[in-house]
């Protein structure tokens, strides 16, 4: 869990709080990855691009994964007109607006929003993204209760460091809200949130994560855990849902996806070393088995678009009026 949230630290991420009167319909625009959303005061609905709306009461927190957008109402079906929110949005006068660093909006309505938007980089969060659905919700009343009453001090605030301590609030936030989501009564976690726990298959999961460039063995991971080979495989493979060198390769191929991305200037046998390869041939084909596609290949892709570029991109073009 600790390694799956490394990618996905604010960091000057989006961040705002609106004060909010109704009629009001507020459209973020940016499609990050991640969007967390609760408000302190007040209350309103979350309607996704695709979905059905979810209820957004004082202290309950949604979150809504990219690339879809999602707005933000007094009410479904609302008369207010959409305001787009983003990067580039409104002026605070239209509704309320967000920006690169922190903002506020001093309305006097009775509803209080907070937004953060989060960046995810590489591919080793990537498994956190895929067990999430579009949008997410969890009830206020947990833990994640004693963060939001710092940040709306923090947000009141306007003090040297604001931006820092957003970011590590956003954090303790988010994984808060996707703790309780993953441990609510009925759900279905993904694998690795159970294995992480079993004393079997939680040490193994570790040590693959801490040592991934060591040359691993079912015997040797054994070893290190405490238990026989065929017991750490049965189990492993139980909880994980494949074996542990199967799951030490996915881990691999994305460790080198990040530094193929991170990393330009280091050659293929440089990032074969890094995890794990003596055999930069190997390592690509290898590579290629997993991703699909050879590493010098994976390099030359061009970046993903976000939801504002695109829309930036159908602007300029005339498609979308602005």
């Given at each position: 869990m600790d390694d799956l949230f490394r990618g996905v630290r604010a960091h000057g991420s989006l961040f705002g709080s609106s004060a909010l009167a109704p009629p009001f319909s507020l459209h973020f625009v940016d499609g990050p990855p991640l969007t967390l959303c609760t408000v302190l005061t007040g209350g309103g609905w979350i309607v996704p691009e695709r979905g059905e709306p979810e209820p957004l009461r004082p202290y309950d927190t949604v979150v809504v994964r990219g690339p879809g957008t999602f707005t933000f109402v007094d009410e479904v079906g609302t008369a207010a007109e959409p305001v787009a929110c983003g990067e580039f949005c409104a002026v605070p006068e239209q509704?309320?607006?967000?920006?690169?660093?922190?903002?506020?909006?001093?309305?006097?309505?009775?509803?209080?929003?907070?937004?953060?938007?989060?960046?995810?980089?590489?591919?080793?969060?990537?498994?956190?993204?895929?067990?999430?659905?579009?949008?997410?919700?969890?009830?206020?009343?947990?833990?994640?209760?004693?963060?939001?009453?710092?940040?709306?001090?923090?947000?009141?605030?306007?003090?040297?460091?604001?931006?820092?301590?957003?970011?590590?609030?956003?954090?303790?936030?988010?994984?808060?809200?996707?703790?309780?989501?993953?441990?609510?009564?009925?759900?279905?976690?993904?694998?690795?949130?159970?294995?992480?726990?079993?004393?079997?298959?939680?040490?193994?999961?570790?040590?693959?994560?801490?040592?991934?460039?060591?040359?691993?063995?079912?015997?040797?991971?054994?070893?290190?855990?405490?238990?026989?080979?065929?017991?750490l495989a049965k189990r492993f493979a139980e909880l994980v849902g494949e074996p542990p060198l199967t799951y030490l390769t996915r881990r691999r191929m994305a460790l080198a996806?990040?530094?193929?991305?991170?990393?330009?200037?280091?050659?293929?046998?440089?990032?074969?070393?890094?995890?794990g390869y003596a055999d930069?041939?190997?390592?690509?084909?290898?590579?290629?088995?997993?991703?699909?596609?050879?590493p010098s290949e994976f390099r030359r892709r061009p970046p993903e678009k976000t939801a504002a570029e695109v829309l930036s991109g159908r602007q300029q073009e005339g498609i979308v009026e602005g």
């Open positions: 509704g309320g607006t967000r920006h690169r660093r922190g903002w506020r909006d001093d309305g006097d309505g009775p509803t209080t929003l907070i937004v953060g938007a989060y960046p995810v980089r590489g591919e080793i969060s990537r498994p956190l993204l895929d067990a999430l659905p579009a949008v997410l919700r969890v009830d206020g009343g947990g833990t994640g209760d004693a963060v939001l009453d710092h940040l709306a001090t923090e947000v009141a605030a306007d003090t040297p460091g604001q931006q820092v301590v957003l970011d590590r609030l956003l954090d303790w936030m988010l994984v808060c809200t996707l703790r309780a989501w993953f441990d609510r009564p009925g759900g279905e976690p993904p694998a690795w949130w159970t294995a992480q726990r079993d004393p079997v298959a939680g040490p193994a999961l570790r040590l693959l994560h801490d040592e991934p460039a060591a040359p691993w063995t079912v015997a040797a991971l054994a070893v290190r855990v405490g238990v026989s080979r065929s017991t996806a990040d530094l193929l991305t991170e990393r330009p200037g280091a050659t293929v046998a440089q990032v074969a070393r890094a995890v930069p041939f190997g390592f690509s084909a290898a590579f290629k088995r997993v991703r699909g596609v050879t």
